[in-house]
């Protein structure tokens, strides 16, 4: 069977676009704005093609265009950044959202899909992108609105929050999907499958301290601050160091560091992982911490966040992952942290061409 073509928009690094190879999809051309992120995507895929450019401008959704044109493409993703949108952010109302330019790029891909005519059309983003509202003609009105004004009598438009963690992937992470698809063709909904849990994806993992090393790859730990470090060690796993009466997060002073409840905070061996942000290096950050292992003197193991190797792991990365020379350990958390999980994006396309369940 031919393989769908396809473009990317707002592709970052491609971490999402990872296991695509592995069904009937053929990304053939993508574009990003951030140079180094459109550096990473084209380490991963030499074969796609990378324009970097803003979407914004009229040369770029052109020569996006051209492609499509030009290479029989059929489907489009988008997946505009969320950064704008994230409720860990200070843009938690509508005014805030209508400040943030980021969250009206994909009113930018309404443009593409005018230009084009795909036979599918995918956009992901958090949960939030679909309850946002956007400034469009005279009114305001949700992306679901606008796309049933826009093309209902074209597409089919079906919109989902799904979990990472219902489908295969250690990691409880909701996105919004939303699926057009022409009428007369199908694509269903993936089945969920059992929650994994932390200790089956990253158990098997040598214990690590802060700053320790191991002879696998990708699999290094941080070094953190003493001070967080020792409290930590003094915190069970499902509790937050925040709360301790003795052992606590101190400031260089000696003063106890204030926090949320999810701060400084370790995991939990039967659960899945919790959303892997763009800060996941951090240890103060929410939900960050390794969920450590009781010693013999009744402190924990791994004071420590989760490495790179269980950062992939957790994120249905292949482990064996190759970034480009150069990549930091931030950089490489920032471009995981922005992206939906390849193996639910796998699954989501997958569908196509399938009967809903």
Known sequence: MDKIKAVSLFSSAGIGELLLDKTNIEVVAANELLPKRAECFRHF???T???CGDINEESTKEHMINIVKNNNVKMLIATPPCQGLSTLGKNKKQIHYESDKRNYLILQTLDIIDACDFDYILIENVPKFIEMYFPYEVEYLRLEDILEKKYAEKY???IRVLNAKDY???QSRPRAIIKLYKHGLKWGWPKELPEIPLSEAIGHL?????GESSDIPWHYSKVHNDRAVLALRHTQPGKSAIANEVHYPKKDDGTRI???HNTF???VWQQPCPTRTTFSGSISSHNNVHPGRPLSDGTYSDARVLTLLETFIVSSMPDDMDFPKHSSDTFIRAVIGES????LMMQVVEKIGAEEE
Not at 206 to 210: A, H
Not at 340 to 343: L, Q, R
């Open 49 to 51: 093609e990378m324009y």
């Open 45 to 47: 895929f030499p074969n």
């Open 258 to 260: 204030k926090g949320f």
């Open 156 to 158: 089919k438009i079906d």
């Open 206 to 210: 040598p214990s690590l301290e802060s």
């Open 265 to 267: 905070k370790r995991m």
């Open 340 to 343: 939906i999980p390849p193996k």
């Open 168 to 170: 295969g992937v250690c």
